[in-house]
């Protein structure tokens, strides 16, 4: 007895299989500008927030990069972080220090580059308007001059690098022992369910679908947010 057996549609169905994982992973590969824009601004948000948190905690290490009295308020950061995704995929953040416009106390003119030369520790020489006096609080005293005061640190050695020392420290501890776990998309990545989910589709519809899904899946991972 001889028997024929089609294997029409089953080559079919194992060609459509074959190019729907072939699309899924060109969709990923494909997706994975648009997954690292969007994991950019993901990381951005995220840094502010921990910067933020992290002056509220300690300020004397991050108060300079704030407006006088407010350290840790959002409204008044005096940094800008910045990121931009190379050729290569690759996220590179930046950031600025802008000037204060604000007053402390006992002071009529906003000390502009605070941020700036806190940060740095750079010392400087406070002069006396023309004909006028300093006046500052000397260890509860309150004392008059004409004479210029030199600021070594003006800071302190608590602000000095403080800022750079809180970008160091996101990046190399909080990012991947925290963010990762916190964000979601250490189990994103781990969970494939929408390429499962979709392979009965995908043995019939073959490499246009396998492409749409695994874009999508790629670019889901990067607007995981806090």
Do not use: C
Not at 7 to 16: A, G, I, M, Q, R
Not at 70 to 81: C, K
């Amino acid at each position: 007895m001889i028997i024929d057996f089609k294997t029409d549609n089953l080559v079919n169905s194992l060609n459509n299989i074959a190019k729907y994982s072939i699309g899924f992973l060109e969709g990923v590969d494909a997706g994975k500008a648009k997954f690292m824009d969007n994991l950019g601004a993901t990381v951005l948000e995220s840094l502010k927030n921990f910067i933020d948190s992290n002056a509220r905690v300690s300020p004397e290490t991050l108060h300079h990069v704030y407006e006088w009295y407010e350290t840790g308020s959002p409204q008044a950061r005096l940094f800008d972080l910045e990121y931009i995704v190379n050729n290569n995929s690759l996220i590179s953040f930046s950031y600025t220090l802008s000037q204060s416009n604000s007053l402390s106390k006992g002071s009529t003119t906003p000390f502009y580059n605070k941020a700036t030369i806190m940060e740095n520790g750079s010392p400087i020489t406070i002069k006396p308007k023309k004909g006028g006096v300093l006046s500052f609080n000397d260890n509860g005293e309150q004392v008059f001059t004409k004479k210029p005061i030199f600021v070594e640190n003006p800071g302190g050695p608590a602000t000095e690098g403080g800022f750079e020392n809180t970008l160091k420290d996101f990046f190399d501890n909080y990012f991947s022992q925290s963010f990762l776990i916190s964000s979601g998309l250490g189990e994103h990545f781990k969970d494939v369910r929408t390429y499962k989910q979709n392979f009965a589709s995908g043995s019939k519809q073959g490499k246009p679908l396998g492409f749409k899904i695994g874009y999508e899946w790629i670019s889901k991972g990067g607007r995981i947010e806090e």
